[in-house]
């Protein structure tokens, strides 16, 4: 191990013993805010700093955010200072200036009841125009400058109704069905789940039922003309039109200016929808319209044409409103990406961070500083060599630090903190008991799998995800952990799938050890012409009866599943021989890639000549952006554990950015790629988030190539 590698131990020692050291002296306390106060009476009366409570209170950008009734976590540094409270001020109260006067002339015994009655306006209100009447009583003949008004639109109260959610619909046909965002279906329904989008069939939700004219903002309509026929009454027209009668006269204020409804009368009242309208997942796919979007680059974007998307979605003669949910043919989805029915956007999320949106991570790493004595150097290099959890652990994090460099020089800044676990069930929960995960945006680690679910316990509480750098699952329910890794059976689907789409007439071949009988069924259930070779009792492959399948002028892709080295390093031999006859061609596959292929005793020329394929987490990275940065920081070429921790911390940090939410950005944003690893979360319900990208590798020139697929 390089001398560097023992600095970057030695620096972070340092660090990790003074943030912690500082941690532990750290109290906090909450703050209501009163009314009147101010950041810099808050701060004053706990003796702090107005910086480090907007520091501690990140939804809190200046001073003008601070509202009554608003809860803060300040750090305390002393005993708050008690102040006494002040006399209230009066607040001198803003008089409502008239919009144009009336005359009005007095008519006999007319009084200033009857005069306040007829014009809402109160005794005062008059009395101020007219300042005569300060002195003198109203008489016959004066002319008086009645003051005029604005109109005071009473606020109305959103009626809801009752939905049960029908089979095949998502909240983004629901949201389309009632011409509301699905931000707003989340707020008349907040007992929703916020990691997942899953709608059940019978599931009932909250939606707007508008009262009075039914033309709130959660219900954008398009109006037509309509002329009044013989015989018809306004309770009639409200039915036809599915709107209440105060509905069409509020549309229609000349009903009452003339007395009535009359016939012949043009009105203007709101389209009628289809009502027998089927929407869900079986005829259309859906879009969320975001924020800035014009109708040309909408139309670009989804390959439409601009009346096709009118004629879908009639409410656009209204205009465009981020938020709003459209409709589009379900045969779009063979152009588009499409996810649980809705349409992924394409974005770049470089281009697409708000660097107001500051992430805050907190990294559990197994460093085992309590093993490592500074003062014994080969010791110590011995240790950070040959223990694969500090070599994982270091790995990621220097990784890590070249991805905060990255999103730095974007303009973005980050809060970090990085505590050593010790790979300890008991440190690990002290370590979270001195910590306060007020505003933490996501919690990187811990890697060991039995540490997972005691943090995923505690970060819950604060709706916190957690990332498992090296975890594909776990046996627990863990709705916030996110598995980065992609788990055997993402694995096995898909380099089963790419067999399945690149096979024509060749022959398959298992061959399994007695520990690998799931994956042997797995891969039969998949191509039920498959033969299965025999194996001897010692474990070794049955060689006279493998040789008897292999017909003359056949191609043979054989799956060859086992974790034993010398078991691999028999089998390759035996068909790169195969390989060489004239009359034979074989190819070599795996559907678990592990250590017993990369064995001493396996021949690369030989796993070279049968075209070795396999399915993998990861990929050989060479002279890319990140190599260049790592070697330039650190002064050696990054190793996996390295590529992994910079491409895992970059994509954590940009979705945070573009998005504080990293449910919800996984949701939109789909798949990611970096240097080494990509990420595609998939939400499981209760289970947590799995990530089922991969690439499929391929030995071929003595060299391991990625399949272009």
Not at 92 to 110: D, T
Not at 203 to 221: I, M
Not at 567 to 580: D, G, K, T
Not at 664 to 680: D, H, P
Request: aromatic share 10%.
């Amino acid at each position: 191990m390089k001398r560097l590698v023992f600095k970057i131990v030695c620096v972070f020692a340092v660090v990790f013993f003074f943030s912690n050291k500082v941690a532990a002296q750290q109290k906090y306390t909450t703050h209501q805010v009163k009314k009147g106060e101010t950041l810099t009476s808050i701060a004053k009366q706990y003796r702090v700093t107005p910086y480090s409570i907007l520091q501690l209170n990140k939804e809190l950008k200046n001073s003008e955010d601070i509202k009554p009734n608003t809860v803060l976590v300040i750090q305390v540094a002393g005993k708050p200072v008690v102040e006494k409270e002040k006399p209230k001020e009066k607040v001198a109260i803003e008089q409502e200036v008239p919009i144009s006067y009336k005359k009005h002339k007095v008519k006999k015994r007319e009084t200033m009841f009857g005069l306040t009655q007829l014009y809402g306006v109160s005794e005062e209100q008059i009395k101020k125009y007219n300042p005569t009447l300060y002195a003198e009583q109203l008489k016959k003949g004066m002319v008086l400058q009645i003051p005029q008004y604005p109109e005071v639109e009473e606020e109305k109260e959103l009626e809801v109704e009752i939905y049960t959610v029908k089979a095949k619909e998502t909240r983004w046909s629901i949201a389309n069905k009632y011409g509301i965002t699905v931000d707003s279906l989340l707020v008349l329904n907040p007992e929703l789940p916020k990691n997942t989008a899953y709608l059940a069939e019978g599931q009932e939700l909250k939606l707007p039922r508008p009262k009075g004219d039914g033309l709130s903002e959660q219900e954008v309509v398009l109006f037509e003309s309509y002329t009044v026929p013989k015989s018809i009454g306004i309770f009639r027209i409200s039915q036809n039109y599915g709107i209440p009668i105060d509905s069409v006269i509020k549309l229609n204020p000349e009903i009452n200016e003339v007395g009535g409804l009359k016939e012949g009368m043009v009105l203007r009242l709101p389209k009628r929808k289809p009502i027998t309208e089927t929407v869900n997942t079986d005829n259309y796919i859906f879009y969320e319209v975001k924020p800035k979007q014009n109708i040309f680059r909408l139309t670009q974007n989804l390959q439409i044409s601009r009346d096709s998307l009118f004629a879908l979605n009639p409410e656009l003669e209204n205009g465009l409103r981020a938020g709003m949910v459209l409709k589009l043919p379900k045969v779009k989805a063979k152009q588009l990406a499409v996810k649980n029915a809705l349409v992924l956007d394409k974005i770049n999320l470089i281009d697409s961070i708000n660097i107001e949106n500051r992430p805050s991570l907190l990294f559990l790493l197994p460093f085992r500083l309590d093993r490592v004595d500074f003062n014994d150097k080969k010791k110590t290099e011995a240790q950070v060599k040959g223990r694969r959890d500090m070599s994982a652990a270091l790995g990621l994090y220097t990784g890590a630090m070249v991805a905060l460099d990255s999103v730095k020089k974007m303009g973005l800044s980050v809060d970090v903190k990085v505590l050593d676990t010790e790979l300890s069930y008991e440190k690990t929960k002290s370590l979270l008991l001195q910590q306060s995960l007020i505003n933490v945006d996501a919690i990187v680690g811990p890697i060991s799998p039995n540490l997972i679910a005691e943090v995923a316990v505690q970060a819950s509480n604060y709706n916190i995800p957690v990332i498992a750098p090296y975890a594909s699952n776990n046996q627990m329910s863990l709705s916030n952990v996110f598995y980065s890794m992609p788990n055997d059976e993402n694995l096995r689907v898909s380099i089963l799938d790419y067999v399945a789409k690149k096979i024509d007439k060749e022959k398959i071949l298992v061959i399994a050890d007695d520990k690998h009988q799931a994956v042997k069924d797995s891969i039969l259930a998949k191509f039920p012409t498959a033969r299965v070779a025999k194996m001897a009792k010692d474990g070794s492959l049955h060689l006279e009866d493998f040789l008897l399948m292999l017909s003359e002028n056949q191609e043979y892709w054989v799956f060859v599943e086992t974790k034993k080295q010398n078991l691999v390093a028999s089998i390759s031999s035996i068909l790169n021989a195969a390989n060489s006859e004239e009359n034979y061609t074989v190819r070599m596959f795996t559907t678990n890639y592990n250590s017993a292929f990369e064995g001493d005793e396996v021949s690369l020329p030989h796993l070279s000549n049968l075209k070795f394929t396999y399915p993998s987490a990861n990929r050989e990275i060479n002279g890319d952006y990140f190599t260049d940065a790592y070697t330039k920081k650190y002064g050696n070429e990054p190793d996996r554990y390295a590529t992994r921790g910079f491409d895992l911390t970059l994509d954590l940090l940009l979705k945070l950015a573009y998005k504080k939410n990293l449910e919800a950005t996984s949701q939109l944003i789909g798949l990611t790629e970096y240097s080494g690893n990509k990420f595609n979360y998939y939400n499981k319900w209760t289970k947590g988030y799995f990530n089922n990208a991969s690439y499929l590798m391929q030995y071929d020139q003595l060299q391991v190539k990625q399949i272009e697929e």
